[in-house]
């Protein structure tokens, strides 16, 4: 059982118990660009109970690395507080002792060689049952992490810095919150074929992370696979990239488009072909490949018009590459409902959303979002991918890789570039624009991604500011 499946259990038994929230208090990274211990129980007494609303739970942990958490962590979360038990009895004790402060710990980070202690795993389901856990364990022996990721803990090693430990332990806390969901949970039991994290994918990655991690060495890689060269080359050599020669090395390819959209393309192709011969909501999987294509790269143009940051882009262009991955497990899972989401479609003129919450209680996007948040994707790219037609869901305060994953499938539509023969047009989230404050921005966009401008939507959106600010007086 893996870890996604381990979800989909603990998801299901926290609702038999009732415990289920609606409202998670998973902190918003994609809105934080960065995201003397003795023996007995260790406070950090100077923050101020006031402004504390994430709790950590450190048990028997090595003092020196919780040390060096607690301080860059304070750094990067100022809301964040980390308490430290050297021992089970410690432990137990703070569980047992966190109902009369109030407040549940929102994480907790255990040493692998106390997570196992039975009074441990007892209190842990006892006091908190919906809490995040993090296994500190040897991730490069592959039993052992796989040994952990069964019981629904997330492994880290004791490489982790803050930075990591905390956006870990935030997607962690959203993907569980979205598997609480009772759309998400009665879908997730019809769901018998799941892709799997693409092999090569994970051998880039782990290249990628390296200290040492070679480009020449992504391509040696790519190249060993054959149908992979064949997509990658398919993708550089297509008009997307308009390179105005050929490229017939992969070599070159990954020269050519970087370390990171090499990465993303390799994932993309990667499900794609667990997923062969596949048809979804009217439309050939060739049709959901391109739509994928035209909104990564508009959501890359878009992110680099707005903010400039190249490694932001990169991370806008992965998120719209994998935005509608869902499509195609509901094809493959549940193609008796895809059908009667197309019929909605088509009789009620219903937007592609509004039919499959009908059919579903929830949509390809939150179920996807539930997958990819287990491959470990940033939380950004996994908000980016579960809220592209509904981004008022977020709270953005400005703008984030779900703005630009949001205006380029809106951008592929009205280029012509949609899935599906009766797909209504996708429209601007008025709301959410004037949320972020970017509602007169979206002609800029159009206008750096060669889309033609859309005059006639000042007016719509002008309504929508003024309902707004009526509701304000």
Not at 201 to 211: G, N, T
Not at 364 to 369: D, G, N, P
């Amino acid at each position: 059982m893996g870890l996604f499946d381990t979800f989909k259990k603990s998801a299901s038994a926290k609702d038999q118990a009732g415990t289920t929230t609606q409202k998670s208090n998973a902190p918003s990274t994609s809105r934080n660009p960065n995201t003397d211990q003795s023996s007995g129980v260790i406070t950090v007494a100077s923050r101020d109970p006031a402004v504390i609303t994430h709790k950590l739970l450190f048990v028997g942990t090595p003092a020196d690395w919780s040390q060096v958490i607690d301080r860059d962590l304070h750094r990067l979360q100022s809301t964040w507080s980390c308490q430290f038990a050297v021992d089970v009895v410690q432990a137990i004790a703070l569980l047992q002792g966190q109902e009369f402060q109030g407040q549940e710990f929102y994480a907790i980070i255990i040493h692998s060689s106390l997570a196992a202690d039975p009074a441990l795993r007892e209190a842990l389901e006892n006091k908190a049952s919906r809490t995040v856990r993090v296994i500190l364990c040897d991730t490069a022996d592959r039993s052992e992490v796989a040994r952990w990721s069964t019981t629904g803990a997330y492994p880290i090693s004791q490489s982790t810095d803050a930075a990591n430990l905390a956006a870990t332990i935030s997607r962690t806390a959203r993907v569980q919150e979205w598997m609480t969901d009772a759309g998400i949970r009665k879908l997730l039991s019809l769901c018998r074929k799941l892709p799997a994290m693409p092999k090569l994918y994970a051998q880039v990655s782990k290249e990628l992370s390296s200290p040492n991690g070679s480009i020449d060495v992504v391509a040696q890689l790519i190249a060993q696979d054959p149908v992979m060269t064949a997509k990658i080359l398919q993708v550089v050599n297509s008009a997307f990239f308009a390179l105005g020669r050929q490229v017939s090395e992969p070599s070159d390819a990954v020269m050519f488009l970087g370390a990171e959209r090499t990465r993303s393309l390799i994932l993309l192709a990667g499900v794609f072909t667990q997923f062969e011969g596949v048809g979804c909501y009217s439309c050939k999987p060739e049709q959901i490949w391109n739509h994928s294509l035209q909104v990564g790269t508009l959501a890359r143009t878009i992110t680099m018009a707005e903010t400039k940051n190249v490694k932001t882009a990169e991370a806008a262009f992965t998120a719209g590459l994998i935005h509608d991955m869902g499509k195609l497990i509901l094809a493959a899972n549940v193609p008796a409902m895809c059908n009667a989401i197309e019929q909605l479609h088509k009789s009620k003129k219903l937007t592609q959303r509004e039919a499959e919450m009908q059919v579903l209680g929830t949509t390809h996007a939150e179920l996807a979002a539930c997958l990819l948040g287990t491959w470990a994707l940033p939380l950004p790219v996994l908000e980016a991918v579960a809220w592209h037609h509904h981004p008022t869901r977020s709270d953005d305060k400005g703008f984030t890789l779900l703005t630009a994953v949001h205006a380029a499938n809106v951008f592929a539509y009205e280029l012509g570039c949609g899935t599906g023969t009766a797909a209504l047009p996708e429209v601007f989230d008025h709301p959410y624009l004037l949320q972020i404050g970017l509602g007169e921005n979206r002609n800029d966009w159009r206008k750096a991604c060669n889309v033609p401008q859309r005059i006639e939507e000042d007016s719509e959106h002008a309504k929508f500011r003024m309902r707004r600010d009526a509701k304000v007086k």
